[in-house]
């Protein structure tokens, strides 16, 4: 045992450690030549045995530091409504009646599940987010994911506590839209990690300021939550579309609590998992 | 030498717990720096290019399982290039002060940020305009940081040095 890791450590302190580098690279190289089922199985068995039990260990030291916080400032607003006891009373009916404002927007006549961002794609681009609802909330996956502020993409990988959130801006998602103006149907796209782009056909009229939303076409999302608004209009390399730039309604980097909204996918969606 | 690998781990997961929670609550304009890029430097720098690939290799791989899964392989690639390049520069062989440590860092930062680029296939177009608006600032962002960590552990070795002396 001791002269194996004796082995190990002189290569990894080996001057150059070329051939080291050399087989690392190479390991690199077959994931990025994989097919895609491969590279998903290999992305889905590493966050299931390492990567989720190592975000509940780190979103334990979140919590830790969240409920340190909020206990502070509960110290602050008990102190705060021991004095003022009737406005407190009045704070209470304020807070029921503002719980069924949030509780109205839900007009698509589905469950909702809050939860909170736990990790975030640590890479350059913010295209998945890890949240802290699973199975056992009744989160499945591809299921839509938005914030009071507008859509923010689907559920894809769901473990019994947490949850994969894939975003708009993840190239693999695509889906449909609709111009709120003009009513024209197209898709929304992210080709590189970063922007939005929509493609709608050339005949369609659209201007900047427009504003998009779900068409309810696809399966997955429900008509009518908000996406963005457009921010430039260009053609594309084919005529038959023109390309639009969108501005997000929401900003992806500074999502901390989001709804997924418990809505299994049509059934033709759900075929096609299957 | 258990206690230096366990050391290494450690910093490894205190990263990775910076980059998923501190890194977005002191973010400016979306822009955050990357513990990751720092720790693989840092790393290299101090255990040479071996050790410096293979913690390239984790910290790429950890990226890279939050990415979408085609893009599995490109954090990886270029974070074992940056750690094994940077290696090449081990302490042990040569000496760098603090103003050329953070150069180092910077152009592997750009270096690896083009490789990822590219193997994620990032139109040719938009790659300008994205070097400019989110690897630009990260860097600059992660210098400052990096400027930090590696003055803090220069007067520690300094220290250690003096005493020793």
């Given amino acids: 045992m001791k002269r194996i890791f004796r082995a190990v450590i002189s290569v990894l302190s080996w001057k150059q450690g070329i051939f080291f580098f050399i087989l690392l690279l190479t390991l690199g190289i077959v994931m990025r030549s994989m097919p895609l089922a491969v590279q998903e199985g290999i992305v889905a068995g590493a966050l299931r045995t390492v990567y989720f039990p190592a975000q509940w260990l780190v979103s334990s030291v979140d919590n830790y530091i969240g409920l340190y916080k909020e206990n502070d400032q509960l110290r602050l607003e008990n102190a705060r409504l021991r004095v003022e006891n009737d406005l407190r009373r009045e704070s209470l009916a304020e807070l029921e009646r503002l719980y069924e404002l949030v509780r109205f927007d839900n007009k698509w006549d589905y469950p909702i599940v809050t939860a909170?961002?736990?990790?975030?794609?640590?890479?350059?681009?913010?295209?998945?987010?890890?949240?802290?609802?699973?199975?056992?909330?009744?989160?499945?996956?591809?299921?839509?994911?938005?914030?009071?502020?507008?859509?923010?993409?689907?559920?894809?990988?769901?473990?019994?506590?947490?949850?994969?959130?894939?975003?708009?801006?993840?190239?693999?998602?695509?889906?449909?839209?609709?111009?709120?103006?003009?009513?024209?149907?197209?898709?929304?796209?992210?080709?590189?990690?970063?922007?939005?782009?929509?493609?709608?056909?050339?005949?369609?009229?659209?201007?900047?300021?427009?504003?998009?939303?779900?068409?309810?076409?696809?399966?997955?999302?429900?008509?009518?939550?908000?996406?963005?608004?457009?921010?430039?209009?260009?053609?594309?390399?084919?005529?038959?579309?023109?390309?639009?730039?969108?501005?997000?309604?929401?900003?992806?980097?500074?999502?901390?609590?989001?709804?997924?909204?418990?809505?299994?996918?049509?059934?033709?969606?759900?075929?096609?998992?299957? | 030498m258990i206690w230096r690998i366990l050391a290494q781990i450690f910093l490894f997961v205190m990263c990775a717990v910076l980059q998923t929670t501190v890194a977005s609550w002191i973010e400016i304009l979306g822009v955050r720096p990357d513990f990751f890029v720092i720790f693989i430097v840092f790393i290299a720098l101090g255990r040479g290019a071996a050790v410096g690939a293979l913690w390239g290799f984790i910290a790429g791989f950890s990226q890279d399982v939050y990415a979408p899964a085609e893009w599995l392989?490109?954090?990886?690639?270029?974070?074992?290039?940056?750690?094994?390049?940077?290696?090449?520069?081990?302490?042990?062989?040569?000496?760098?002060?603090?103003?050329?440590?953070?150069?180092?860092?910077?152009?592997?930062?750009?270096?690896?940020?083009?490789?990822?680029?590219?193997?994620?296939?990032?139109?040719?177009?938009?790659?300008?305009?994205?070097?400019?608006?989110?690897?630009?600032?990260?860097?600059?962002?992660?210098?400052?940081?990096?400027?930090?960590?590696?003055?803090?552990f220069s007067r520690k070795n300094t220290k250690k040095n003096h005493v020793k002396g």
């Avoid at chain 1, 730039?245 to 418990?262: C, G, Q, S, T, Y």
């Avoid at chain 2, 270029?78 to 520069?89: S, Y």
């Avoid at chain 2, 270096?111 to 305009?129: A, C, G, K, M, N």
Wanted: charged share 20%.
């Fill in chain 1, 116 to 274: 909170r961002v736990v990790g975030k794609n640590p890479g350059r681009f913010v295209t998945t987010m890890v949240v802290d609802r699973g199975s056992n909330h009744g989160v499945r996956a591809e299921m839509p994911v938005f914030t009071v502020d507008g859509l923010i993409g689907k559920t894809a990988r769901v473990a019994p506590f947490y949850s994969q959130v894939q975003l708009l801006t993840d190239p693999n998602l695509k889906m449909s839209m609709i111009a709120t103006r003009t009513r024209v149907v197209g898709f929304l796209e992210s080709s590189n990690g970063s922007d939005l782009f929509a493609m709608i056909p050339t005949y369609a009229e659209v201007r900047v300021g427009d504003t998009l939303s779900s068409s309810g076409l696809g399966g997955v999302f429900p008509k009518g939550l908000g996406v963005g608004v457009i921010s430039s209009v260009q053609k594309g390399d084919v005529d038959v579309m023109q390309q639009i730039k969108i501005d997000p309604f929401v900003n992806f980097a500074r999502i901390e609590e989001l709804f997924i909204m418990l809505k299994e996918p049509d059934w033709n969606v759900r075929e096609m998992l299957e």
């Fill in chain 2, 73 to 152: 392989g490109a954090g990886t690639i270029a974070f074992t290039v940056l750690g094994f390049l940077v290696g090449l520069l081990e302490e042990r062989f040569i000496t760098l002060n603090l103003g050329l440590k953070i150069v180092v860092l910077a152009i592997g930062f750009f270096v690896s940020d083009f490789i990822y680029y590219l193997l994620i296939e990032v139109p040719s177009d938009s790659l300008t305009r994205i070097f400019l608006t989110i690897s630009l600032p990260e860097c600059i962002y992660t210098v400052l940081f990096a400027t930090l960590v590696f003055y803090l």
